[in-house]
């Protein structure tokens, strides 16, 4: 009896140190340099025309039309989870962005970072929604799960974002590929 209990605890250990590294939970799991690097990073935003964020200590401001008090604001969401997503032994990163044109909404984003030679580099961005809430992401090797609130069809912006909606994103080359 003893035997076996020690077995299935060392097989629980196993697992836990090893099955679990490309599986992340919503926290800063990650090397300092990786975190400020996260940001630091220039985004692209592809809302029609693709448009270039920089972050700087984790925010971004910039009038939205020459001279105008509107700006645009954009953060770096509650959402950042690091692991080696396409295989090559080098640490990634999946964060959210939270950008305001300047408007009543917010629109939220999903980025994926690439490390590429020890460079953490924005590859793709997808689009979640305005005014939604992120409630988790999991990452399973390519496989990146992201459970978002939002509201029903009917309900107005202002109703807070309630329905789960889970949103499944696998990694193909270096694009976020939406599956069905």
């Known amino acids: 009896m003893k035997t076996q209990l020690a077995f299935i605890i060392s097989v629980v250990c196993l697992f836990i140190s090893t099955g679990c590294t490309n599986r992340s ?23 029609g025309d693709i448009e270039k964020i920089k972050l700087q200590n984790g925010a971004f401001d910039k009038a939205t039309v020459s001279g105008s008090a509107s700006k645009t604001n954009a953060t770096l969401g509650n959402n950042l989870l690091f692991s ?6 080098a640490e990634d990163a999946v964060v959210t962005l939270e950008i305001n044109y300047g408007g009543s909404g917010t629109f939220t984003y999903l980025a994926l970072l690439l490390n590429q030679f020890n460079i953490l580099n924005n590859v793709d961005t997808v689009f979640l929604g305005d005014r939604v809430i992120v409630d988790s992401i999991d990452i399973y090797h390519d496989l990146i799960t992201v459970t978002v609130l939002k509201r029903h069809d009917n309900e107005s912006m202002i109703t807070p974002p309630s329905v789960k909606n889970i949103r499944k994103f696998k990694l193909l080359g270096s694009q976020l590929i939406e599956l069905h």
């Not at 340099?33 to 809302?47: F, G, M, P």
């Not at 080696?84 to 032994?89: A, C, E, S």
């Open 84 to 89: 080696d997503i396409n295989n090559d032994n």
């Open 25 to 47: 939970s919503l926290s800063v799991t990650s090397s300092s340099n990786n975190y400020k690097a996260v940001l630091n990073t220039e985004y692209y935003i592809d809302d």
